[in-house]
């Protein structure tokens, strides 16, 4: 159905439903889905997160997802039309696994560097964060999936999100921080997330930003949805606009909403009309049919993984956790433990290399598409004629750091996927060399990262034999209800089958080296762990946070040290009772003993004085940018800045390869040869910077957010609320235009980035004739004054007219594009639209744009604008 008549029998519909069928509708039939009504011909809609891939309805490394680079580097594109690309490949992820819904586009700011989500959001500016999630929203939707823009409004921190009330003048919300909703509902976005935060004194849930702007003022139909658990009370929900209370299949509406209405505290119009636009979103989702007949689903849902015999071997397929990379299995055999009770299992071969991995043409195109994403957002800070590398002048290449072979490939929290592979640095680098060159790792020291999860190279099912862990649940007589083959220990729902008492993890632990091991078990409750019958854990742990990405996603670890034999297998096993409010993840945890830092140095610089190239890899972990908590400072952890310092002094032509998905302070960056950043690159990380290394692609990235070269020099750091309330006394002054209005130089700017070639800057023409209220054009002439072909992105900022109202020192207006041949000169037209040259006015809650002269601003970053002109403007008429 669709159009008129569409809407039109989908009113017949809801008249034919009793208050209490409404707001059944109105309350999620299970964590991901909503409830069907097939006496409308409505099925069930699946949800699913989606900003870094595809997860499905459920946390199991089974159930594969490419995973994109993260939306941060999304920002760093400048690039809409690949973006867009990316999200058609979301939307045909959501299609493959029966998802009608996906939770994406984040488009919260970057309002101060050490905001933990920053990887999951695009930018600091709210121009280039709009641009980025319309065409993102526009390549889930073009193939009948809704996207969501979330989280709705004012939800940039993570410190005490649940609870935070966020103060912040209308002026700055309407040119701020609702800006990049407004962009999102202009897309076409068929739903909004209503956030876990307040925001002026209402939680986001029962806000009346909800009515006006969002549905009144901008006309948005789709469908408000609330963020997992943020629906808190009834009565005043229920009257905003909030549309539908997720998860199911409980929630405070329910019972309570219909004795709410048949009371008149809410009125029956307001459920009407969010039933109205549940059924809209339906029919663009192709989950409405005709009435007694509910469609299919817009592609055969995953199934629950049904428990394989407890004989049945399981393969492994894939990285073992998530972010993890593939790895070599290693099997056990009885000769290696004796606690091993089953035949010894057939010696296992290394995976294919990620190049021969090819399970079909789409995937193929899929993983192209990543690669060539990966390179297109990876941002060159710094060149000093290293980059890119000639392979045909190399015999050994040294690549240095834990993070060359444990990337960070996505952040941590609730959008985490298991990806269907994973390709390191070093497995991209060996692959574009071949055999012709001798590629050198050397992990250097500790980067101060916390034991992970158990992954398939270390452990071993002891029924099956296969690379893994045993998966079981019991009751409690401590039978066992389920027995399943699972291929690492980080297992976030288990399934719980009626009588669920306990949740087990048992595995066979090879170690490669002797010493104190550091064993955990991570959840809630009452947990245990024992190494070869040995209890070497136990104790009742509290919960201490009601965050559902701690609680369901990231539980705390409780580690403990264990001296453990090279070569000598011993069986580990993990139990976790479960209690109400406590979740059912449960990990477990090992790391080997600690290296020498001081001799993992050491052999670093001797890698580097005898290599051809260097290219170290340096990065943040899970535990420093994660949702859930905000940073504390900017480093990079552990030793990796001495890392760096030794390699740099081994050799000065250094490139340096940074993993992050926010900023990190670079104190050794002028010592480098070459600085790259790769951001948080998804599956494909390791064979877009090997294409960029080796030249075979542009560096095409610029930076969507500042980077400061200290903390201290930051000019908005603060994220813990006081007294409950977050003030933003920044008001619209956040990211470069608060470095700007400080007169103050980052380390740097927002919209820098280097290429392979250069360029020069020459001229810049504006219209004579500008008219409030309408676009217009500028023109931009740009030379390439180097040695090849290469990519620029211009851009231009506005600044005034002088007098009040208050404005930042210069804003961005408008970017675009250009490819050049070597020498060629190019005039490009940049698009300024009348948002650009408009404030709010608090007085007369309205939109204003005052004639005058505005100075319009040309060049390749916030910080490097060598062009400048006057813009005359003048009112309408």
């Known amino acids: 159905m669709s159009g008129t008549d569409g809407a039109a029998e989908r009113e017949a519909l809801l008249g034919g439903l009793t208050l209490r069928e409404k707001v059944r509708l109105l309350t ?177 849930t029962a806000s009346p930003l909800l009515d006006d702007p969002l549905k009144r003022e901008w006309g948005f139909d789709g469908v408000v949805v609330s963020d997992w658990g943020a629906v808190r009370d009834c009565d005043e929900t229920a009257r905003a606009a909030l549309d539908l209370a997720m998860p199911g299949p409980d929630s405070p509406w329910g019972e309570a909403l219909v004795r709410a209405v ?54 492994v397929r894939g990285a073992g956790a998530v972010g993890a990379p593939v790895t070599v299995p290693v099997s056990v055999s009885q000769s290696q433990s004796q606690s091993q009770s089953q035949p010894e299992p057939e010696q296992l071969c290394a995976p294919e290399p990620p190049e021969a991995a090819s399970p079909g043409t789409g995937r193929t195109e899929a993983r192209a598409l990543l690669r060539e994403a990966v390179a297109a957002s990876t941002v060159l800070l710094r060149n000093r004629g290293v980059l890119p590398l000639d392979p045909a002048r190399l015999r050994t290449v040294a690549v240095i750091g834990a993070h060359a072979v444990l990337p960070r490939t996505q952040g941590g929290g609730s959008a985490g996927v298991f990806p269907e592979r994973v390709v390191t640095p070093l497995d991209g680098i060996r692959a574009a060399l071949g055999g012709g060159v001798r590629v050198v790792h050397v992990p250097g020291p500790s980067t101060g990262s916390p034991p992970a999860p158990l992954t398939p190279d270390l452990c071993t099912d002891p029924v099956t034999g296969d690379p893994g862990v045993r998966l079981r649940v019991l009751d409690a007589a401590g039978c066992a209800l389920l027995s399943e083959h699972r291929d690492g220990g980080r297992q976030l729902e288990p399934p719980l089958p009626p009588g669920a008492h306990t949740v087990e993890i048992e595995t066979l632990l090879l170690p490669g080296v002797s010493g104190p091991w550091t064993l955990g078990v991570g959840g809630f409750g009452r947990l245990s762990l024992t190494v070869d019958e040995h209890i070497a854990l136990e104790g009742e742990f509290d919960k201490e946070t009601d965050d559902p990405a701690v609680v369901h996603v990231n539980p705390p670890v409780h580690g403990v040290l264990v001296p453990l034999t090279a070569g000598r297998a011993v069986r580990v096993a993990a139990r976790r009772e479960l ?118 692609a542009e560096p095409g990235g610029r930076l969507p957010t500042t980077w400061p070269a200290a903390l201290a020099d930051a000019p908005v750091t603060r994220t813990r609320p006081e007294g409950g309330h977050l003030d933003y006394t920044e008001g619209l002054h956040i990211g470069y235009r608060a470095w700007a209005r400080h007169d103050r130089a980052p380390a740097y700017w927002f919209g820098h980035g280097l290429g392979y070639t250069t360029w020069t800057y020459e001229g810049l023409a504006v219209p004579g ?90 060049g390749r970053s916030a910080g490097a604008l060598p062009l400048r002109a006057t813009a005359r403007v003048r009112a309408p008429g």
């Open 769 to 858: 004739d500008i008219v409030a209220g309408e676009p217009f054009a500028v023109q931009v002439e740009v030379r390439n004054t180097g040695p090849r072909r290469g990519r620029e992105v211009v851009q231009v900022y506005l600044a005034g007219p002088p007098g009040p109202p208050d404005r930042p020192e210069r804003w961005l207006a408008g970017y675009t594009a250009v490819w050049a041949e070597p020498g060629e000169r190019v005039t490009v037209s940049v698009r300024i639209p009348p948002r650009a040259l408009r404030h709010w006015d608090e007085d007369e809650h309205a939109w204003r744009t005052p004639p005058g002269s505005y100075r319009v601003l040309a």
């Open 579 to 696: 209690a109400p409010g406590t979740g059912r993840a449960t990990v477990v945890t090992a790391a080997p003993p600690r290296t020498d830092d001081d001799q993992a140095l050491a052999e670093a610089a001797r890698a580097a004085r005898d290599a051809d190239a260097v290219i170290v890899v340096v990065g943040t972990t899970e535990h420093g940018e994660s949702e859930g908590r905000d940073r504390t400072d900017l480093g990079l952890g552990g030793r990796q800045d001495e890392l760096v310092r030794a390699v740099t002094t081994a050799d000065p032509r250094t490139v340096v390869v940074v993993n992050s998905g926010g900023p990190v302070e670079l104190p050794w960056r002028a010592r480098a040869g070459a600085v790259l950043l790769t951001w948080f690159p998804g599956q494909e990380g390791g064979t877009g910077l090997a294409d960029v290394l080796f030249g075979r």
């Open 28 to 204: 999620g039939a299970t964590t991901w889905r909503t409830r069907a009504e097939p006496a409308l011909g409505l099925r069930e809609m699946v949800l699913s997160d989606g900003p870094a891939g595809v997860r499905g309805q459920s946390w199991d490394e089974r159930d594969r997802a490419l995973l994109l680079p993260s939306a941060s580097a999304l920002g760093a594109l400048w690039d809409e039309r690949l973006v867009e690309r990316l999200g058609g490949l979301i939307a045909a992820e959501a299609r493959r696994k029966g998802v009608d819904v996906v939770l994406a586009p984040t488009l919260n700011l970057h309002r101060t560097p050490l905001g933990g989500r920053h990887f999951e959001c695009y930018s600091e500016d709210p121009e280039l964060t709009g641009r980025t999630g319309a065409a993102l929203i526009r390549g889930i939707q073009a193939r009948h999936v809704a996207a969501t823009a979330k989280h709705y409004v004012a939800n940039d921190c993570e410190t005490d999100r649940l609870t935070v009330d966020v103060r912040v003048s209308e002026r700055v919300l309407r040119e701020v921080y609702l800006a990049p909703f407004e962009a999102a509902v202009e897309a076409g976005v068929r739903v909004v997330m209503a956030g876990y935060n307040g925001v002026n004194g209402a939680t986001a």
């Open 262 to 315: 048949e009371a008149g505290r809410v009125p029956r119009q307001a459920v009407d009309d969010k039933v109205r636009r549940l059924l809209g979103l339906a029919a663009a989702c192709g989950a409405l049919g005709k009435p007694g007949f509910a469609p299919g689903a817009s592609s055969s849902p995953v199934s629950e993984p049904e428990p394989e015999p407890v004989s049945e071997p399981v393969p």
